[in-house]
């Protein structure tokens, strides 16, 4: 099933409560919401504190992506907060393993990402267990980067192990670069600059979505 997540981080934060409204109203799919500490990658976004203020008025599932190096001692904290799907990095610091293993305990979905360079091979042992693979499209850490086609093929592999597994691509997803992606076999599209810099919104999550159907 094709999913397009829009970036809360991309979202006028100013008009936060106005366009999170807006996009409910069009039944949006999930909700992706980039966590960043400052070390793990190079800049500071949003945190818990956002996520549950967000999850009181809405219903619709949130895709937490923590770009964080220590992902297993703050799983509890966005669980609690709101979460429904905890997807952290392959490359951080924590024990994959059990990082993967408290998130299901708390009763969440578990994903794993990988950054560009990583070998999509990391994720293997864990498949059985995650709901949600996320292949970077750019280096995590800024929005509004160039997709990278040389990661494709790492979702084609993955795709002919997993039919099934949700396969999720962050970065530089627009019209054009959400048909590559979608042929090489990814169903879940992070939507930020694309979405949150054209003059309609939803107009262009359903572009998106229509885009990525016309090639299955
Ligand atoms: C990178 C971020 C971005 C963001 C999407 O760390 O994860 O990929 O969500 O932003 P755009 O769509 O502008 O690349
Ligand atoms: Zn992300």
Same mark, same amino acid.
């Given at each position: 099933?094709?999913?397009?997540?829009?970036s809360?981080?991309?979202?006028?934060? *100013?008009?936060?409560?106005?366009?999170? !409204?807006?996009?409910?109203?069009?039944?949006? @799919?999930?909700y992706?919401?980039?966590v960043?500490d +400052? !070390?793990?990658v190079? #800049?500071?976004s949003? +945190?818990a504190?956002?996520?549950?203020?967000? %999850? %009181?008025?809405?219903?619709?599932p949130?895709?937490? !992506?923590?770009?964080?190096s220590?992902?297993?001692?703050y799983v509890?904290?966005?669980? %609690?907060s &709101?979460?429904?799907?905890?997807?952290? !990095?392959?490359?951080?610091? $924590?024990? =994959?393993?059990?990082?993967?293993?408290?998130i299901i305990s708390?009763g969440?979905?578990?994903?794993?990402?990988?950054?560009?360079?990583?070998?999509?091979?990391?994720? *293997?042992?864990y *498949? @059985?267990?995650?709901?949600? /693979?996320?292949?970077m499209t750019v280096?995590?850490?800024?929005?509004?980067q160039?997709?990278m086609? $040389?990661t494709?093929?790492? =979702?084609?592999?993955l795709r002919?192990? #997993?039919?099934?597994?949700?396969?999720?691509? @962050? +970065? &530089?997803? #627009?019209?054009?670069?959400i048909?590559?992606?979608a042929?090489?076999?990814a #169903?879940?599209? /992070?939507?930020?600059?694309?979405?949150f810099?054209?003059?309609?919104?939803? %107009?262009? =999550?359903k572009?998106?979505?229509?885009?990525?159907l016309? /090639?299955?």
């Amino acid at each position: 099933m094709i999913k397009i997540a829009p970036s809360v981080m991309c979202m006028d934060l *100013l008009a936060l409560g106005a366009q999170i !409204h807006q996009l409910d109203s069009m039944g949006v @799919d999930m909700y992706h919401f980039d966590v960043m500490d +400052g !070390h793990f990658v190079p #800049n500071i976004s949003i +945190g818990a504190p956002v996520v549950a203020s967000i %999850k %009181k008025v809405c219903n619709v599932p949130f895709d937490v !992506h923590l770009m964080i190096s220590n992902p297993l001692q703050y799983v509890e904290d966005f669980a %609690k907060s &709101g979460a429904d799907i905890i997807c952290f !990095h392959a490359e951080s610091d $924590s024990d =994959i393993g059990q990082t993967v293993d408290k998130i299901i305990s708390l009763g969440k979905k578990a994903a794993i990402a990988v950054k560009p360079g990583t070998d999509i091979d990391v994720v *293997l042992p864990y *498949l @059985d267990k995650l709901s949600m /693979v996320l292949v970077m499209t750019v280096e995590p850490g800024f929005g509004g980067q160039s997709f990278m086609e $040389s990661t494709m093929p790492k =979702i084609e592999k993955l795709r002919k192990i #997993n039919p099934d597994i949700d396969i999720e691509v @962050d +970065g &530089g997803v #627009n019209p054009e670069t959400i048909k590559i992606a979608a042929k090489a076999g990814a #169903n879940v599209f /992070v939507a930020g600059s694309a979405v949150f810099k054209s003059e309609n919104p939803a %107009k262009t =999550i359903k572009l998106l979505k229509e885009n990525a159907l016309s /090639v299955l």
